[in-house]
């Protein structure tokens, strides 16, 4: 720092560092003149004298020469109090005068100032631009998180309801929940009391089980009024796992869901479970008969026969068998198993047929079982059949002879006799051909006509050995047409 006398100057050094400021102290003149600051870089300030003229300004910034307009301050600077920025350190010489303070310089160069004014404007407003989106994503994360609170508490005040709403206060006895040991059977009944423990009455909408074992459930629809009882009867089918594949049966031990559905749908299903142990006297191989295929059984005639071997499981000493009319059932005792054998009887009617066979096991004891089911079904055919069971003749020309071969066979081989053979259209004629035992050959002759699809019915009256005369139907269809003219194929339209 430098210090002269009279009008001397002072250099100080601007705060940062940036250049000097010379402060100049004028001498007592008719009039005071204020200090001044000037960023002047190398250059040294000269004194100002009382009533000499004002020197030109000098060009203090590169492409500003004297008139310019001043540099653009925003507006948020020009608000601004002198009281924001730092004022300079007061003189210390003697005969300086006090004066207001100044804005310290960074440099030499007011374009420098206005720059750096105009620096700090820009960097509000760009700061005020970025902090807009992260204004909006807050915004937009408030919004979904107080929506997923709505959800949540929505949910919650749901299962409120649910839990809450109308329950269903039924109950039943746990001992006729038990069902102990009891043997493989098919039609074990259980009935279970259903109380009403509640202070309003209860209306069951449907009872529904899980697994195979339930068959039936009745009443299915009631209503329970307070302190009232209903009972709902079950029928178990304890023998219907021993059908399926081995790793597919029913265990020792098995268990159940009965579920009571209310007609409210506020209200949850009062669900049970029903369990017991299975006690095994026999087991049946196969569990099922099938008459079908080459073991089809025929109209009036007894047989094939099927036979059911009998694993015994406990000391058993006999069976009782109860079967349909059409079938005859014999059980026997071969070493150390039984054997049920099944026989159609003649008087089975053609067609499908399902029927059921209940076993009724004695033991030493005297002891007889519940009766055990087994499955029997199958088909029966009539002993007289048509081959084909129906003739379609194709296209037939007007005037033209088509001809085709039918048979008719007794499964029986009974010996056959054609005794009247009728058709509703006049082009067909029939003609019988020599037969074989059990076998009767015929021959159809279809003539065409006017062109036309043509549909006819035959029927022949059959008769099989010494007995009497059977009707069989074969169905007979042609289409008469005349061919295309063969001048007309190289004809261009």
């Known amino acids: 720092m430098a210090e002269h006398d009279g009008g001397g100057e002072r250099a100080e050094m601007a705060p940062g560092g940036s250049g000097p400021v ?36 000098a060009r203090d910034a590169p492409g500003r020469a004297e008139g310019d307009a001043a540099p653009h301050v925003p507006d948020s600077l020009a608000k601004r109090g002198a009281s924001d920025e730092p004022a300079l350190p007061a003189a210390s010489s003697p005969g300086a005068a006090a004066g207001p303070a100044r804005l310290p310089a960074s440099s030499g160069d007011p374009s420098a100032a206005a720059g ?10 760009q700061g005020q631009a970025e902090l807009a989106p992260r204004q909006v994503l807050g915004a937009i994360g408030l919004g979904l998180a107080i929506a997923l609170v709505g959800i ?22 746990p001992a006729a929940l038990d069902l102990g040991e009891v043997w493989a059977q098919t039609g074990l009944e259980v009935r279970l009391p259903v109380r009403n423990i509640g202070m309003r009455p209860v209306t069951v909408f449907d009872v529904r089980t899980t697994g195979c074992v339930c068959t039936s459930a009745t009443p299915r629809q ?54 017991g142990r299975i006690r095994r006297a026999f087991r049946p191989s196969p569990s099922r008969l099938v008459f079908g295929g080459a073991n089809r059984p025929t109209k009036g005639m007894s047989g094939p026969v099927q036979h059911v071997e009998i694993e015994p499981l406990q000391k058993l000493v006999a069976f009782r068998v109860t079967a349909p009319e059409h079938l005859r059932c014999q059980v026997t005792r071969h070493s150390r ?16 047929f399902l029927c059921t066979l209940s076993l009724a096991a004695q033991l030493e004891s005297g002891e007889t079982l519940p009766p055990y089911d087994l499955s029997v079904q199958g088909t029966c055919v009539p002993d007289l059949e048509i081959l084909p069971a129906a003739l379609h003749l194709g296209i037939v020309q007007p005037g ?25 259209d006049p082009a067909v004629e029939l003609v019988s051909c020599p037969s074989s035992d059990g076998a009767l050959a015929l021959m159809v002759h279809f003539t065409g006509g006017e062109p036309r699809l043509a549909r006819a019915t035959l029927r022949l009256q059959i008769r099989a050995g010494q007995g009497g005369a059977e009707q069989l139907v074969l169905p007979i269809t042609a289409c008469v047409a005349a061919p295309p003219d063969a001048s007309s194929w190289n004809s261009v339209p």
């Open 337 to 352: 198993k039984w054997r049920l054998s099944v026989e159609p009887l003649p008087s089975l009617p053609p067609g499908k």
């Open 400 to 424: 033209e002879r088509r001809q085709a071969d039918i048979l008719v066979r007794s499964v029986r081989r009974r010996p056959l006799a054609l005794d009247e053979a009728v058709c509703d």
């Open 152 to 173: 949540g508490g929505f949910l919650l005040g749901l299962t409120h309801v649910f839990e809450q709403g109308e329950r269903v206060h039924l109950e039943i006895d």
């Open 116 to 125: 750096a004014s105009n620096n700090v404007g820009d960097s509000g407003l």
């Open 22 to 57: 010379t402060r100049l102290s004028l001498p007592e003149t008719s009039g005071t003149v204020p200090e001044i600051a000037a960023a002047t870089g190398p250059s040294s300030a000269q004194p100002m004298v009382a009533g000499e003229p004002r020197a030109a300004p």
């Open 222 to 275: 009631f209503e329970v009024t307070p302190g009232a009882e209903r009972v709902v009867k079950l029928v178990l089918d304890l023998a219907r796992g021993d059908a399926l594949a081995p790793g597919d049966r029913l265990p020792e031990e098995f268990s159940m869901d009965v579920s009571l559905i209310p007609a409210d749908r506020l209200a949850l299903p009062r669900v049970f479970k029903i369990g």
